[in-house]
């Protein structure tokens, strides 16, 4: 199987093998701790004869082959590690235990000096499954398309100049933004990019998109919340440079009268908690407290 099946509830059989028997680590390389403690993982996995592969998280390429056929991914970083590995899993949908090593660690579920004390619970069956929202995206006509648990910003580059993007939703011209940029966010990417552009937070499980422009000038500067079934195109118009950026990670450079296309994507990420289901009041509260 892939993933946790038969509901988001994980019913303990007693034995570690009937629910995982191969694990991913996906790790930060620029973290010593991070890589350091992906050793120990494979020390513990192999004392419990669990099958495991390893891999850099910034090499997506390299791990997304070695992904089916996982039962479950551990991801050794913070939230951008987090959004490396669900770009990797993607079309499969493994779940993501998220241990951190980051700063604020929103989708992180165990800190670093508890994870091998708690992960043998949820290799036995014990936690719940969450799912979150991702967005689809490609340029111009359909050719590539990328997943993205988090944001699409279409924006300007290297360049200080405002640059000019029209929206449609759904086929209708909404405005011609001036601006920095606009983003397109998940649920997820309300606490990133879009919360520091002022738009609101979304509950992590809600399937609505933000659409929000990032330092507008003389135009619509407020952000939208979408219903999931929108699909939005941003078409840049610019003498200079202009940029496609995705989580924040992958940047694509964009020319006067390209389009991007952004709707919610088929696949969702899935994350295995241990944590209440309530968790995410207490953690947005305590983590946006860190930020003032």
């Known amino acids: ?26 790790y930060h390389p620029k973290i010593e701790r991070a ?9 513990f996995l192999s004392a419990r004869r669990i099958s495991f592969w390893s891999c850099s998280a910034w ?46 660690g ?41 997943h993205v648990l988090n ?8 360049s200080s100049r405002l640059v000019n993007v029209e929206a449609k939703i759904d086929g209708e011209t909404f405005t011609t933004y001036r601006a920095d940029g606009v983003i397109v966010a998940t649920a997820t990417g309300s606490t990133s990019y879009s919360l520091a552009a002022g738009g609101p937070v979304l509950h992590p499980q809600a399937r609505d998109m933000l659409l929000n422009p990032v330092c507008s000038h003389l135009t619509l500067n407020e952000a939208l919340v979408l219903p999931a079934e929108t699909v939005v ?37 899935r994350f295995l ?4 289901r309530n968790y995410f009041y207490g953690s947005l509260e305590s983590r946006l407290r860190r930020r003032i």
């Not at 165990?110 to 799912?131: T, Y």
């Not at 964009?254 to 969702?268: F, Q």
Request: hydrophobic content about 40%.
């Open 273 to 276: 908690r241990i944590r209440p």
């Open 35 to 43: 890589r350091a403690f992906s050793r120990e993982l494979e020390d």
């Open 59 to 104: 090499e997506e390429e390299k791990s997304k082959p070695q992904v089916p056929g996982s039962n479950l991914v551990l991801s050794v970083g913070g939230d951008g590690t987090i959004l490396r590995a669900a770009r990797a899993i993607v079309p499969e949908q493994v779940p993501i235990v998220g241990i951190n090593f980051g700063n604020l």
């Open 151 to 158: 944001d699409v910003v279409v924006g300007r580059g290297g």
């Open 1 to 26: 199987m892939t993933g946790y099946e038969g509901g988001d509830r994980l019913d303990s059989v007693g034995t570690v093998a009937a629910y995982v028997k191969r694990i991913g680590i996906l």
């Open 233 to 269: 195109k941003l078409k840049v118009a610019t003498s200079h440079e202009a940029m496609l950026s995705l989580d924040g990670q992958v940047e694509t450079q964009l020319s006067s009268g390209d389009e991007v296309t952004v709707e919610l994507s088929p696949y969702m990420t």
């Open 106 to 146: 929103f989708m992180t579920e165990l800190k670093a000096e508890e994870a091998l004390k708690k992960l043998p619970r949820l290799l036995e069956g014990e936690g719940w499954l969450e799912e979150r929202a991702m967005l689809q995206t490609w340029k111009n006509k359909k050719g590539r398309v990328f």
